[in-house]
């Protein structure tokens, strides 16, 4: 029967609603009693039974489909003192509750291995790190001060392609592929030149997810991997703040309740205000005069404005507002000068009806980020994007499953002038819009987790929709050995503005999809102007004891359309150049490659000790049509060690450690010079003999010649000093490059001389949290 599917969902919706008003429903929110703070991934259960549940980024949780009856309620986390409630659940209702831990005022050696170990059995997590400020603080912090860029650089899979002007390379997805979001708001570039900062304050961040691969259709507009960041809110009890200082920069945050938040409080609000100003071009003068440029200043420098109001409903409702603005230079003698700035603002919000069992969280957020590069060999290049995103996110839970669905909108505008390196010039002013619909319903059953998702995205400036379906499965083989798999469609309009060819990439630019395109690659039709990908990933994980565990992941991402700027134009793209080639007259051409690698990770947390190992093996490849080459973050091997060790009866002393071992990236080598002369404005009646060319550089094949290997290790000693509840001084000494490796950075092409990166580098800071 053509609607007989109508008719049997019209015969079993009574008996499924009525089946469903014989449990009760226990949900809310859980808060840290001293900050008011949402404890997150915090494990809370009805004692005695198989029903639980784990909080989310924002400490809500909600166990469904609870039996009527009398139950304790229990709550615990590391570091806090368990909680415990006898409840009532009622057939039919929701119970909502506010649930508050006490920190404990010294932390036993026990390490509770049971929230992360139940995480792990009910979510895939498939090529995903999530990140905590205790464990980005557990590394040698370089320049005095942890931070979110220098932690990425030991996950699995990451590259990071130097201690300077470095970018972040993800499982063979280049910089303009990572999406990164800070409360649900699109960042364009997340770290400072110097590669040691980005420009997240590591005492804001609540949580930082990355995903390198095979993510959900939650996430899209991105064909790499994904940076999902979370800021934390204001104290909610008392005002406070914290200063500190160190080799490189100095900052200050406040905080404070603007309505404190009490157990019984239907409302409450707070602020958070973060400031950070990098004074390295001076004190460099003074503690490094030994360094290359030292005694100039090391010529890197950036400020970081961040603030953000939060507003709680007593049900766990929030709403929270908040902007920024950043600004970054950097300036090498004969070589290049760099500037950006990017501001914005928005807000997110979440929603908990009073008893449906759904969750609503939206956001919306406009950003502006532009950037500007001089070179003395070079024309100057700039490139700007500013816009908005909006989402809004439904999650309905049910006893074991949540299914999660919602809509996105993206704007955006670029405006971009670049140069090739045959002198002609690309430019482009686009306004584009991109919108996506999506789904995904995870369901637990038996020993299996299965995670399907699907995305509609459509680009209205290309006019072409994207269908992108995702899988993920996990399958708990025994407590401690779990299989693993995911992967996905994937595509995104944004490009890269930068050249490949830049022995240093300081120039972190975009632009948007163009139709500039040639109408054929290796002979067959260009059908889309997007870029896509598809990712493949399988892997395991395995609790070899309580306290140490091993993940493994292989991954394959094909890249089945690439765009880049065109190195090979030679001429403009009108009717006076029909005849010619599209190879050498578009401003934009088609690739196609892949990456393909393994990650290794080992942990070990027990009592005072924590050790971190990865192992990353990588292989990519780009074909442009005309030449096979590989792409300059193109690391075979990487190695990352962490260990970190705590002293003391209250363990108020921290030494710690990192070494990193990676070989050599790939580089284009020079080949020679010659006069270059500008026939490409006179054309032939150009007097040669008396005109003066410019000096031109010829460059060898892309990407043929290797750097040699890079290995660093950094030392560090932390002190923390409770000096009364509410006054605590932390001061921390590290060695940067303990062992002075002179790791290369670039040379120059023309002078040939070599620039090295980071030498050995001590550096102190000092905080005051109060």
Request: net charge positive.
């Given at each position: ?13 009574p ?10 429903t ?8 001293k900050t ?8 809370v259960v009805l004692?005695?039974?198989?029903f ?19 139950y304790?309620?229990?709550a615990s986390s ?14 039919g209702?929701t119970l909502?509750?506010k649930?508050?831990?006490v ?10 291995v049971?929230a ?9 997590n ?11 603080r ?7 001060e942890?931070?979110l ?6 996950l699995p ?15 063979g ?7 990164v979001?800070?409360d ?23 949580s ?5 691969g ?6 899209g ?8 960041i ?13 200063f500190?200082?160190?080799s ?6 406040l905080?404070?309740?603007l309505?404190?938040?009490t ?8 602020y ?16 490094y005069?030994?360094?290359e440029?030292g005694?100039?200043g090391?010529p ?8 953000k109001?939060?507003?709680n409903a ?14 970054d230079?950097?300036?090498f003698?004969?070589?290049t ?17 009073g ?33 908005f ?6 999650s309905n ?14 704007g955006?505008?670029t ?7 045959a ?12 919108m996506?619909?999506y789904?995904?319903?995870?369901m ?7 995670d ?9 400036s ?6 992108e ?12 050995f779990?299989?693993?798999?995911s992967?996905?469609m994937?595509a995104?309009?944004?490009i890269?503005?930068n050249?490949?060819?830049?022995v240093?990439?300081?120039f ?5 999809g ?10 067959r ?7 896509k ?9 395995v609790d ?6 091993l ?25 006076a150049?029909?005849?010619?080639p599209?190879?050498i ?10 990456s ?25 490849q780009r074909d442009?049509?005309l030449?096979q ?15 970190s ?19 050599g ?15 490409q ?17 010829l460059?060898?094949p ?21 000096v009364r509840?509410?006054?605590r ?13 002179r790791?290369?950075f ?21 905080s005051v949290?109060?």
């Amino acid at each position: 029967m053509k609607n007989g599917w109508l008719v049997w969902l019209a015969l079993i919706w009574p008996f499924a609603l009525a089946a469903q008003q014989n449990f009760g429903t226990v949900r809310g929110v859980a808060y840290n009693k001293k900050t008011g703070e949402p404890l997150i991934f915090l494990n809370v259960v009805l004692e005695g039974t198989r029903f639980g549940a784990s909080t989310d980024i924002n400490g809500f949780f909600s166990i469904n489909r609870v039996p009527p009856g009398t139950y304790t309620l229990k709550a615990s986390s590391l570091g806090f003192e368990t909680y415990s409630e006898t409840i009532t659940v009622e057939p039919g209702k929701t119970l909502n509750k506010k649930i508050f831990l006490v920190p404990k005022a010294i932390e036993i050696d026990v390490f509770d291995v049971t929230a992360e170990r139940e995480n792990r059995k009910q979510e895939v997590n498939t090529g995903v790190t999530k990140i905590t400020p205790e464990e980005i603080r557990r590394l040698p912090s370089v320049g005095g001060e942890a931070d979110l860029a220098q932690y990425l650089q030991v996950l699995p899979g990451v590259v990071f392609t130097g201690d300077q002007g470095g970018q972040l390379y993800i499982r063979g997805g280049t910089p303009v592929q990572n999406k990164v979001i800070l409360d649900g708001m699109i960042i364009y570039n997340p770290f400072h030149s110097i590669g040691l900062y980005s420009v997240f304050d590591t005492e804001i961040i609540r949580s930082a997810d990355v995903y390198s691969g095979g993510y959900n259709a939650q996430y899209g507009s991105r064909i790499s991997s994904v940076m999902d960041i979370t800021t934390r809110d204001g104290n909610q009890k008392r005002h406070g703040g914290r200063f500190s200082m160190n080799s490189f920069t100095a900052k200050l945050q406040l905080e404070g309740p603007l309505r404190r938040m009490t157990e019984s409080s239907k409302a409450s609000a707070s602020y958070l205000l973060s400031g950070r100003s990098c004074y390295l071009p001076y004190s460099s003068k003074l503690l490094y005069p030994y360094t290359e440029n030292g005694r100039q200043g090391v010529p890197f420098g950036f400020n970081d404005l961040y603030g953000k109001i939060s507003v709680n409903a007593g049900n766990g409702s929030r709403v929270g507002l908040f902007g920024f603005a950043f600004t970054d230079w950097a300036s090498f003698e004969g070589v290049t000068d760099v500037r950006w700035n990017q501001y914005g603002g928005g807000s997110n919000f979440s929603l908990i009806p009073g008893s449906a069992n759904v969750k609503v969280d939206g956001n919306f957020g406009y950003s502006y980020y532009k950037i500007s590069m001089k070179e003395p060999l070079s024309k100057p290049r700039s490139s700007t994007v500013n816009g908005f995103n909006f989402g809004l996110h439904f999650s309905n839970y049910f006893s074991r499953d949540k299914l999660t669905y919602g809509l996105e909108a993206i704007g955006f505008a670029t405006i971009f002038d670049f140069y090739n390196a045959a002198g002609r010039r690309i430019d482009q002013t686009e306004n584009t819009t991109e919108m996506a619909v999506y789904v995904r319903y995870r369901m637990n059953r038996g020993i299996f987790v299965v995670d399907p998702g699907f995305r509609l995205h459509y680009y209205a400036s290309l006019d072409e929709v994207s269908p992108e379906p995702r899988l993920a499965v996990k399958c708990n083989v025994s407590e401690r050995f779990r299989l693993k798999a995911s992967g996905g469609m994937y595509a995104q309009n944004l490009i890269a503005a930068n050249s490949d060819r830049d022995v240093v990439n300081f120039f972190y630019g975009f632009l948007s999809g163009s139709d500039n395109l040639p109408s054929q690659f290796k002979g067959r039709p260009v059908h889309t102007r997007l870029q896509k990908a598809q990712h493949a990933i399988a892997g395991f994980e395995v609790d070899i004891l309580d306290e140490l565990t091993l993940n493994a992941e292989g991954y394959f991402k094909y890249f089945s359309a690439l765009t880049n700027l065109n190195r090979d134009k030679l001429f403009e793209d009108n009717a006076a150049n029909a005849d010619k080639p599209d190879q050498i007259k578009k401003d934009f051409i088609r690739e196609v490659g892949y990456s393909t690698g393994a990650d290794l990770t080992i942990k070990y947390e027990k009592n005072r000790l924590y050790l971190w190992t990865v192992y990353s093996l990588l292989y990519t490849q780009r074909d442009d049509g005309l030449r096979q080459y590989v792409p300059v973050f193109d690391r075979r091997h990487n190695v990352n060690l962490v260990v970190s060790y705590r002293l003391g009866k209250k363990k108020e002393w921290e030494v710690n450690g990192r070494w990193n071992f990676g070989s050599g990236f790939p580089f284009t080598q020079t080949q020679g010079f010659y006069e270059k002369l500008p026939f490409q404005n006179n054309g032939l009646s150009l007097d040669y003999t008396s005109q003066n060319g410019e000096l031109g550089i010829l460059l060898g094949p892309i990407n043929e010649g290797r750097l040699p290997t890079y290995h660093r290790l950094d030392l560090g000693v932390r002190w923390l000093k409770q000096v009364r509840e509410n006054l605590r001084v932390e001061a921390n000494f590290t060695v940067t490059n303990v062992y002075d490796r002179r790791n290369i950075f670039y040379v120059h092409r023309v002078t040939f001389q070599r620039v090295n990166q980071l030498p050995i580098l001590p550096s102190l800071g000092l905080s005051v949290a109060f």
